[in-house]
């Protein structure tokens, strides 16, 4: 049976290039017949590094079958997984977040969660000796992975392991880091086609906190005049977006990944009171930013407080 390996919805670079890069390990170093599968649409920048490194999109699929066997990388919550995932025959997790809860497995399984900025480095570490035979496609997008994951090594997530990593890949390939890093930033900042659903969608978690159920949206850009000049509309879009995903309220961080700082958009009073207690804003209209506020895994979700 051909092993699914996935990552989380809303799939982002990590989570379009870690299926792929540990598909191929599974089928050309272990010797298991393996295939990466999206649970949706890549964004651009993922859609951009597919193309980079000569790569087709995955196949997107929308559950799995009873006894599938898959693998999940990039998430370890039920939430942004299949609703048939407790049906497959999980054989191994790879992910670098905190631990959710949740998910059942058929026996003993494989995991390795780290904290380390992306689910690519960790792959490179399990790897061991056969990293060395990475094509340069897999490396291209291990090398685009660790760039997104950790914006150019500006999100706090970052580690040495990460960096080092990136750069030694980067050599490798014969890449300037920082001009293709702004290539992907260009790519990720290119949303006008998106609507605002798509846009509140394009890169959210869901996360609960003082019994409200929020749908915690980031859009990373190096132009966020082009989605902060539709603050109105999304913010009107915002209503039915939650009603329609069981959520009490979306949140929306505008990151600006050369200025090092966010944005949030704040259609209520319950926005509001929830920047004031998070971060300690001030709040005096529909917008307030939030210096040094990169990552959501480590500054905003930790910070959420109503």
């Keep these: 049976m051909t092993i699914k390996v996935f990552g989380h919805k809303s799939p982002d670079t990590d989570s379009t290039g870690s299926p792929l890069i540990w598909a191929w390990y599974l089928s050309e170093i272990r010797g298991q017949k393996a295939e990466a599968k999206l649970l949706g649409e890549p964004n651009t920048e993922a859609a951009f590094v597919l193309k980079k490194w000569g790569?087709?999109?995955?196949?997107?699929?929308?559950?799995?079958?009873?006894?599938?066997?898959?693998?999940?990388?990039?998430?370890?919550?039920?939430?942004?997984?299949?609703?048939?995932?407790?049906?497959?025959?999980?054989?191994?997790?790879?992910?670098?977040h905190k631990l959710a809860g949740g998910l059942e497995t058929k026996g003993p399984i494989d995991i390795t969660i780290?904290?380390?900025?992306?689910?690519?480095?960790?792959?490179?570490?399990?790897?061991?000796?056969?990293?060395?035979?990475?094509?340069?496609?897999?490396?291209?997008?291990m090398l685009s992975c660790i760039l997104s994951d950790t914006l150019e090594f500006r999100s706090p997530t970052t580690t040495?392991?990460?960096?080092?990593?990136?750069?030694?890949?980067?050599?490798?390939?014969?890449?300037?880091?920082?001009?293709?890093?702004?290539?992907?930033?260009?790519?990720?900042?290119?949303?006008?086609?998106?609507?605002?659903?798509?846009?509140?969608?394009?890169?959210?978690?869901?996360?609960?906190?003082?019994?409200?159920?929020?749908?915690?949206?980031?859009?990373?850009?190096?132009?966020?005049?082009?989605?902060?000049?539709?603050?109105?509309?999304?913010?009107?879009?915002?209503?039915?977006?939650a009603k329609e995903d069981g959520a009490d309220q979306v949140l929306l961080f505008v990151v600006d990944i050369l200025n090092e700082e966010a944005t949030l958009l704040v259609p209520n009073d319950l926005v509001?009171?929830?920047a004031e207690k998070s971060f300690g804003a001030t709040v005096s209209g529909n917008t307030v930013v939030l210096p040094g506020i990169m990552s959501r895994k480590k500054q905003i979700i930790p910070s959420l407080k109503v």
């Design 160 to 241: 040495e392991q990460d960096k080092a990593l990136a750069e030694k890949l980067a050599g490798e390939l014969g890449v300037d880091l920082s001009a293709y890093a702004s290539e992907m930033f260009e790519a990720k900042s290119d949303v006008g086609a998106f609507s605002d659903a798509e846009l509140l969608r394009m890169d959210s978690k869901e996360y609960s906190v003082g019994g409200k159920d929020f749908r915690v949206s980031v859009l990373e850009t190096t132009a966020p005049k082009l989605i902060l000049d539709r603050k109105d509309s999304l913010m009107a879009s915002m209503v039915d977006v």
């Design 272 to 274: 509001k009171g929830l």
């Design 55 to 96: 790569y087709d999109k995955p196949e997107i699929i929308t559950d799995v079958a009873e006894d599938d066997k898959v693998v999940i990388v990039d998430t370890n919550n039920p939430a942004e997984l299949p609703a048939g995932i407790n049906g497959a025959d999980i054989i191994q997790i790879i992910d670098h």
């Design 114 to 141: 780290k904290p380390l900025a992306c689910t690519a480095t960790i792959m490179h570490n399990l790897m061991g000796p056969n990293a060395d035979k990475m094509t340069d496609g897999i490396k291209g997008l």
